[in-house]
């Protein structure tokens, strides 16, 4: 139903003109934003920061300047509580450089240039576990939230192949065969990461990368059997021909990170989604996405169990 | 059957009392066409005693023995006049309008006085001659766009068909076509209304105080009666116009007996695309058309039997390919519907109106890329039937009862999806099956001279039955699961009265005093994602989960007139309850309705709405119009939407004002003008925005707490007509003299949005730039819809 949106949108862009207007919104209200995540042998990683008003300044200091400093976080695994510690970009504990690049989308080197500060341990026996629950508790100017994550049984993908698309016979998607386990609820997640690298000698892809759409659940298909493909994300640069836009090349090596998350998390991804392929649009009802947080925080406590394979552009 | 019997046991007290009367009925019709006139006046001056014809031209009118001047008055301002011998029961079925210079400048609305002689209250009647008059949006005649201009009823949104009655939604308007349901009154997502003017005959609005003959919605009647066909000759007529063409053909099936009538429409808004779409383009294959065609037979069997036989189709074909993505979609939608109705009269007190109607809605959406197939379908199916009397007992009342009768078949989603080889499991279509019966009863009499009362009662009753299978969602710890309903199952069955009564107090200086109460149930849904009109939007029936909409109505009104009835005022103040309305969840989505329940989705709660409504019409001379102002708030109150806590209305509008003059120059030009001023519509905006894992995200603020620009809009028209006659020389004479011709024209010419007024259709933040780049922006834009719009159509008649 996306698409008679999209349709309808299109037959009021022919008709419709469109100009920035000033207009009063009442209602902002300053929220913490909890942005934390533990997955499969990797320890949890929270950042801290603040809502900002509509009409508020968007440049990145502006945007530097809303992380918050100085909270109390703990995650629990059930048995054991484990206590996270401030550390900052200007002075990342070794090895958790790549890490904290990549959740903040940049490279490390750029790293180097932002002052921001997160949350972590990185005591190895709080590291994600599959079928492991792990909550997560904030303690901030006398406010405390808490979310609780599992990190499911990974369902892997049992094939991983490329093949040219339609005429084209050096670009096409990346496929993939999915077996999904019937009889129970199962939300993915893809990501993909090209590793070869350009002219420079520079990764393609510096991290991973969420394809438009990412998340889905077995609704339409639980317990079967099934190939599917995604695009290439990076694919829609400037200078690309339109008939290889969004297409991965003859000769790519992407790795491919297929997640399984759980229901609550499902729900906050897929409203996600929908709200970033939707806003703005007057036929999706506006909808604040919901959490997995206590405490009336923004934000999430993501727990992901990934597969990860490689798949190799060649037919 | 004890109603029923109660009923009788009613009538016949009434007739006791008037044995010795007699009563003169039968039915007025025009003398140039033959059509049966709405609305006529049978007004005896004599002993102050009147009736006024039905929708199907009938009057009986109970007198003393005599022998009486009787007027048959048409708009207040032509009268034919007939001396009647009264000494028995009378059956005088009267042409009009065969003195009269010309028939045709005769309004057919004769209801000039019932502005405070009736006990109408919140009811107004277009004619549709007006209507072709006024400014038209791309040159189409539009019925819905006018009855936008009243006071009390809003427009969803610019050029939308949607209409909102004293803070009721799009759901709760009954619209009748020949006393058939239309469920989707549109065309072009909304833009133009499904009823061609050309085959329209009369327009009823009952915003308030709905009399018991009505039911099954909450806020309005909308009652569109077809043409039924020209029983004098064979006449054609047509137009010709910017985006759309149409032709009408009546004549009679036997002189005076009988008659039909068929009238097409078609847009060609696809030949001009395909036009403006070069071949070798990837969206070559994308196109956009509506028709409609409403075709209508009736025949008079004899002095006592009439019949109807009437038809609507009308279908939207939208296509849109990319052959480069190797995607296209199909998106038909429409209407079919059908009535068949028996006029019969038993005696010169008894009339009978029998129908039988077949409603029928469908939507499909079809989209296919690469090998990936997907088809959505939905619609709404009623077969109803429906017998309704009207009963004059004595010139002191009118008797209306009868019983109503709609079998539902609703498929709010059905969806298969396919890829390659693999069918995904999308459930077995949804079908809900159920059942919506009343039965009613109303006495329109006069207590005394100056007081009149209409007071009815409806019952009405709805079963939800099976087939039927109940999904329950799990959650974490839960399964999913489902019960199954077998055929015939009744599932859940609501009932309940319905009181109506209004009144009339007549006051001396040829004003009036009119209140009213009504109560209603609604046993059917309009489920929408989206915040205008759309065809998406799902009808859903009541079920045990979705209970029917309550709605209760008061209100009161001074009406006057001046100008010996040339100028109608009134005044009216109204307050209206809504219980058991519907809304989606937050956070639902279209896919959500897949394999579940819609009602599983949805969340319930109540609304209310009061105001004043001002309006002043003048009725006749070269200037005529209307102009209407009111003033008005509507809330909504859901547990489960914006924390529990009271939100304005989608449509709520604080001020609502509309202007329409009409200025007949001479019989060569008409000009005309309708100017509208509204508050803003609300909605829902984000009040901050936060970022996770690199994504921005928004947060909105309270349900429809932001209020867009006003609206506010200036269309003007002129239409030119041809020449009536043309000149000939008399053969015998070798005089000049002049000669009617037999084909007319006119050309309308209409400029919509005159001042070029950037109207907010809606707003929305947009962000753009890279937050690394330092370059990121989020700005609010305002999305207008449609500039000036010039327009010309050229209309023919022969």
């Not at chain 2, 189709?313 to 939208?318: A, L, N, S, T, V």
């Not at chain 2, 298969?416 to 459930?427: H, L, P």
């Not at chain 2, 809606?762 to 305002?782: C, H, P, R, S, T």
Request: hydrophobic share 35%.
């Amino acid at each position: 139903m996306k698409n008679t949106f999209i349709l309808f949108c299109a037959i009021l862009i022919t008709f419709s003109c469109t100009k920035e207007v000033v207009i009063d919104i009442p209602g902002f209200e300053d929220q913490l934003v909890i942005d934390g995540s533990i997955e499969t042998g990797q320890p949890p990683f929270v950042l801290i920061s603040r809502s900002k008003d509509i009409y508020a300044p968007t440049d990145l200091q502006a945007f530097f300047n809303s992380f918050v400093s100085g909270a109390q976080l703990t995650v629990s695994d059930g048995t054991t509580t484990f206590d996270l510690i401030e550390v900052c970009s200007n002075n990342l504990p070794p090895g958790s450089e790549a890490t904290v690049a990549a959740l903040l989308g940049v490279s490390v080197a750029e790293l180097a240039n932002i002052q921001i500060c997160g949350y972590t341990s990185l005591d190895p026996l709080i590291f994600g576990q599959i079928g492991k629950t792990y909550t997560l508790t904030v303690t901030n100017e006398g406010e405390t939230y808490t979310g609780v994550t599992e990190i499911v049984e990974p369902t892997p993908l049992s094939n991983l192949y490329w093949k040219p698309d339609g005429d084209l016979t050096t670009h096409g998607y990346a496929w993939a065969t999915l077996s999904d386990p019937a009889n129970q609820f199962d939300g993915y997640k893809w990501e993909a990461q090209r590793i070869n690298t350009d002219i420079n000698g520079d990764l393609l892809d510096v991290s991973f990368i969420e394809p438009f759409s990412p998340v889905f659940d077995d609704q339409f298909f639980d317990g079967l059997t099934f190939d599917f493909f995604y695009d290439n994300p990076q694919g829609y640069e400037d200078g690309v021909l339109e008939d290889e836009a969004g297409l991965y090349a003859l000769g790519d090596t992407v790795v491919i990170k297929f997640s399984k998350m759980d229901r609550n998390l499902y729900e906050f991804m897929e409203k996600k989604y929908t709200q970033l392929s939707t806003a703005g649009n007057p036929f999706a009802t506006p909808t604040n996405i919901p959490n997995n947080l206590s405490g009336g925080a923004l934000g999430v406590w993501a727990g992901y169990s990934p597969s990860i394979d490689t798949l190799i552009c060649q037919p | 059957m004890k109603l029923f019997y109660s009923i009788l046991f009613l009538l016949l007290c009434l007739s006791a009392s008037a044995q010795d009367n007699y009563t003169l009925s039968g039915y007025v019709t025009n003398a140039q066409d033959g059509e049966t006139m709405i609305g006529v006046k049978v007004f005896i001056p004599s002993i102050q005693k009147g009736a006024i014809t039905n929708n199907y031209g009938f009057y009986s009118l109970t007198v003393p023995k005599g022998v009486y001047f009787v007027e048959f008055r048409v708009g207040g301002q032509e009268t034919e006049t007939k001396e009647l011998d009264i000494s028995k029961d009378l059956r005088f079925d009267f042409e009009i309008g065969s003195n009269f210079q010309n028939i045709e400048e005769v309004v057919v609305d004769g209801k000039a006085e019932d502005n405070v002689k009736s006990t109408k209250l919140g009811q107004i009647e277009l004619d549709i001659d007006d209507v072709k008059k006024l400014p038209a949006f791309m040159g189409e005649v539009d019925i819905i766009k006018t009855i936008q201009l009243l006071p009390g009823v809003s427009s969803a949104a610019e050029g939308g068909q949607g209409f909102y009655v004293r803070g009721g939604g799009p759901d709760q308007n009954l619209v009748l076509l020949d006393e058939a349901v239309v469920y989707n009154a549109a065309h072009l997502f909304g833009f133009f209304s499904v009823f061609n003017a050309d085959a329209v005959k009369s327009v009823n609005l009952i915003k308030g105080g709905m009399p018991a003959n009505f039911g099954g919605r909450m806020s309005s009647v909308l009652e569109v009666n077809m043409n039924e066909g020209n029983k004098k000759r064979l006449a054609v007529k047509g137009g010709i116009g910017a985006i759309s063409s149409r032709l009408t053909v009546e004549g009679p099936l036997k002189k005076d007996k009988g008659s039909f009538i068929v009238s097409a429409r078609r847009t060609y808004i696809d030949v001009i695309m395909k036009a403006a779409i070069p071949e070798s383009s990837p969206f070559s294959g994308s196109s956009y058309f509506f028709y409609d065609m409403n075709a209508k037979l009736n025949y008079t069997l004899g002095k006592k039997d009439k019949i109807f036989l009437s038809g609507y189709y009308g279908k939207d074909e939208f296509s849109f390919g990319n052959t480069d993505d190797n995607f296209q979609v199909d998106m038909p939608w429409g209407n079919g519907i059908a009535a068949l109705r028996w006029n019969h009269i038993f005696n010169s007190k008894l009339f009978m109106n029998v129908t039988s109607t077949v409603t029928d809605y469908q939507f499909s959406f079809i989209s296919a890329q690469d090998e990936f197939r997907f088809i959505l379908n939905s619609g709404i199916r009623d077969f109803g039937g429906k017998i309704d009397f009207t009963y004059f007992p004595n010139t002191r009342h009118k008797v209306k009862f009868g019983l109503d009768y709609i079998n539902h078949t609703f498929t709010p989603v059905s969806v298969s999806a396919e890829n390659d080889e693999t069918v995904f499991d999308t459930g077995t279509a949804q079908k809900l099956k159920s059942h919506e019966s009343a039965a009613y009863v109303l006495d329109e009499f006069d207590l005394t001279e100056n007081i009149r009362f209409n007071a009815g009662l409806r019952y009405s009753m709805f079963q939800h039955v099976g087939p039927f299978t109940r999904f329950i969602p799990g959650d974490i710890s839960t399964p999913d699961s489902s019960i199954t309903y077998n055929k015939g199952d009744i599932i859940q069955f609501y009932h309940g009265i319905e009181p109506r009564i209004s009144m009339r107090w007549s006051l001396p200086d040829n004003s009036s005093i009119k209140a009213g109460y009504s109560f209603n149930y609604q046993y059917v849904h309009l489920t929408s994602l989206s915040a205008v009109s759309l065809p998406t939007d799902i009808w859903y029936p009541t079920t045990n989960l979705a209970k029917p909409q309550r709605g209760w109505q008061t209100s009161l009104g001074y009406f006057k007139n001046f100008l010996n009835n040339k100028l109608e005022t009134s005044v009216e103040v109204y307050y209206k309850g809504m219980d058991n309305l519907i809304e989606y969840k937050e956070g639902a989505l279209p896919g959500d309705n897949i394999n579940n329940n819609t009602d599983n989705l949805l969340v319930f709660g109540k609304g209310w709405s009061y105001g004043i409504e001002f309006f002043i019409k003048k009725t006749a001379g070269k200037f005529t119009g209307w102009a209407g102002y009111t003033l008005s708030k509507t809330d909504r109150l859901f547990a489960d939407i914006n924390d529990g806590n009271p939100y304005p209305a989608k449509y709520d509008r604080r001020h609502d004002l509309s202007i329409v003059g009409m200025y007949t120059l001479n019989k060569r030009w008409v000009f005309s003008a309708a100017f509208i001023y509204a508050t803003g519509n609300t909605l829902t905006l984000p009040t901050s925005w936060y970022v996770q894992n690199q994504d921005l995200l928004f947060n909105y603020g309270a349900r429809n707490s932001t209020r867009m620009a006003p609206y506010h809009r200036l269309d003007i028209s002129a239409t030119w007509y041809g020449k009536e006659y043309k000149d000939k020389t008399d053969l015998e004479t070798g005089e000049i003299i002049q000669v009617k011709k037999k084909l007319k024209t006119n050309i309308a010419f209409s400029i919509y949005n005159v001042y070029n007024r950037s109207n907010p259709y809606f707003l929305y933040v947009d962000n753009d730039g890279d937050f690394l780049a330092g370059d990121f922006e989020i700005k609010v834009k305002q999305v207008t819809l449609f500039p000036i719009i010039p327009s010309v159509t050229w209309n023919f008649e022969f």
